[in-house]
């Protein structure tokens, strides 16, 4: 019996990343990836959605820090000429064809092959990654959130980040699936359910104000799926607060740029990176400051539950006044003491007989 309860707990992460969708803005999750994994901070799960889905996927067939270099150049190579397939006479096709896209896959397919090639991801299962990786997209057909750990990793990924309106809904057994922000809270609930009880969640979805007001078609839709998309992760961690420390890692300075524009790609390394420093560091003040609160708990709850008790009340003074009471203490009692004998003394008999 003990031997199955620890292989339980082996195999239950305990650490989870949660990586959210962002389309461009994606790029600040590579950011906050190095600052976390240059503190020592690496995943027995990763939770990817949309983007998140592959940043994750390259964080789990690669848990390194080097790794992040060649994930960077992966990231400077995308264009969203290259996105939307580079042919405008297709755009004008499918939208006068009336059908429920602006581009096909194609472009997306080309970007992911490119980084398989890269990342020696070719025909990679979920089985074959060594950190445990799982997928979230929407299932149109049945409308539902699914969660893709098993089998194939490259349509789940594909599947994950097809936005609705702006990719063809991606096939898989006979079902239509979008982009998993549609219907998911980030994954947040996903790493939860899976067991992790520290969760690092990495969004650039954070539902700030814009600086300019949305103009294209592509940026009303991806804007709407954002506000949707950050809603439901903030709720999800409202409502799992108590059963798992969360680590919010934002970068509101990306957002304030389109979500598919990458001519800002390295702008958005450095911001993510600045933003996991600063939460990292605020959480490391947190947590010293709670440690600091158990350990004063902890020498209260030995202390006698007596208010008068000069000792208990020495003990919540400050070290300095604690030393020189202590002296006052010590001088005090000496006094009391020699006075005492003092009158034990003069009571005592003489030997020649009574005292007068």
């Known amino acids: 019996m003990a031997e199955i309860v620890e292989q339980m707990a082996e195999q239950t992460p305990r650490v989870a990343f949660v990586l959210s ?66 042919n405008v006479i297709s755009f004008v096709a499918n939208r006068a064809s009336k059908r429920p896209y602006l581009v096909s896959h194609d472009g997306m397919q080309r970007i992911f092959h490119r980084a398989a090639e890269l990342g020696g991801l070719n025909g990679i299962t979920f089985e074959d990654l060594p950190v445990s ?13 699914e969660v893709f750990e098993h089998g194939p990793v490259a349509p789940a990924v594909l599947a994950s980040s097809s936005i609705p309106g702006i990719f063809p809904p991606l096939m898989i057994d006979g079902q239509q699936y979008v982009d998993g922000g549609l219907l998911d809270n980030g994954g947040v609930s996903v790493a939860v359910e899976a067991g992790a009880r520290e969760i690092y969640v990495l969004s650039v979805m954070t539902a700030g104000e814009l600086t300019e007001p949305v103009t294209t078609l592509t940026d009303l839709i991806v804007r709407s799926l954002h506000l949707v998309a950050a809603n439901h992760v903030h709720a999800a961690i409202r409502q799992y607060a108590k059963r798992a420390e969360f680590i919010v890692i934002e970068d509101d300075t990306a957002e304030r740029t389109s979500a598919l524009d990458f001519h800002h790609t390295t702008q958005y390394f450095a911001s993510g990176y600045t933003a996991a420093q600063r939460k990292l560091a605020e959480h ?61 003394v003069a009571n005592m008999p003489h030997r020649g007989g009574p005292a007068a």
Request: aromatic share 6%; charged share 20%.
């Open 21 to 86: 969708g962002g389309a461009a803005l994606g790029a600040s999750q590579v950011g906050m990836l190095r600052a976390l994994l240059e503190r020592g901070i690496t995943p027995d799960l990763i939770v990817g959605t949309s983007i998140g889905a592959w940043n994750g996927l390259w964080l789990a067939a690669h848990p390194d820090l080097a790794s992040l270099d060649k994930l960077e150049t992966i990231w400077r190579s995308i264009t969203m000429f290259e996105l939307f397939g580079g």
């Open 284 to 344: 490391d003040r947190l947590r010293a400051a709670r440690a600091q609160a158990a350990t004063v708990s902890v020498a209260d709850a030995k202390l006698p539950a007596r208010k008068n008790d000069v000792f208990t009340q020495w003990l919540h003074q400050p070290a300095t006044q604690v030393a020189l009471n202590a002296v006052a203490w010590m001088d005090l009692t000496l006094q009391k003491g020699w006075k005492q004998i003092n009158d034990l």
């Open 133 to 145: 990786l799982k997928v979230s997209a929407s299932n149109l057909t049945r409308g539902v959130t």
